[in-house]
T-cell receptor, first 110, second 114 residues
């Protein structure tokens, strides 16, 4: 059974709309991460969390918010989506730097 | 902050050949080192991890070497087969104060031809 799941797997949004990407983990890991993956850029860290109630800015946080309401759940929120946020988004959970990734969400902002 | 350079960005080999991917990092305090494999349309999958020492880890058909003196991490596929075709990423993580925010290389796209 998959330990890190993401929903939705695919999303088409309109410019200016609000988008919420959800992540759930059953690994009981304290740390969770949100990345985006674009050709030529590899993986870029958006936000991460050390535990329920905590969120930290990653390397590219502008335009994104994060929420960690529980150990298991970590959401990424785009309040005003823009076409530049079209990408594949990955969530991961982990300990001591070791990470376990979800299958990804492909987001297209028109 | 930590910077990780991964090379080559693309690698094409024939079945049975060896393939080597190298990552160079900058922070001498880096402690945890990882290799991930990403197949098309999927998330990254942990392939191997090594910790703070000059170390060789061997998995099924591959060898990982960590050289802390030169701040270099390498992945060597000894006899590649088409199922190894994927994108490979290295990752480096510090250990100070519980901060386990890893830094990833930009990836190497490996194609193994039959």
């Amino acid at each position: 059974e998959a330990a890190v799941t993401q929903s939705p797997r695919n999303k088409v949004a309109v410019t200016g709309g609000k988008v919420t990407l959800s992540c759930n983990q059953t690994n009981n890991h304290n740390n969770m991460y949100w990345y985006r993956q674009d050709t030529g850029h590899g993986l870029r860290l958006i936000h991460y969390s050390y535990g329920a109630g905590s969120t930290e800015k990653g390397d590219i946080p502008d335009g994104y918010k994060a929420s960690r309401p529980s150990q298991e759940n970590f959401s990424l929120i785009l309040e005003l989506a823009t076409p530049s946020q079209t990408s594949v988004y990955f969530c991961a959970s982990g300990e001591r730097g070791e990470q376990y990734f979800g299958p990804g969400t492909r987001l297209t902002v028109l | 902050g930590e910077q990780v350079e991964q090379r080559p960005p693309h690698l094409s080999v024939r079945e049975g050949d060896s393939a080597v991917i190298i990552c160079t990092y900058t922070d001498p305090n880096s402690y945890y080192f990882f290799w991930y494999k990403q197949e098309p349309g999927a998330g990254l999958q942990l392939l191997m991890k090594v910790f703070s020492s000059t170390e060789i880890n061997e998995g099924q058909g591959f060898t990982v070497l960590l050289n802390k003196k030169d701040k270099q991490l390498s992945l060597n596929l000894t006899a590649a087969h088409p199922g190894d075709s994927a994108v490979y990423f290295c990752a480096v993580s510090p250990t100070s104060g519980g901060n386990y925010k890893p830094t990833f290389g930009k990836g190497t796209s490996l194609v193994v031809h039959p």
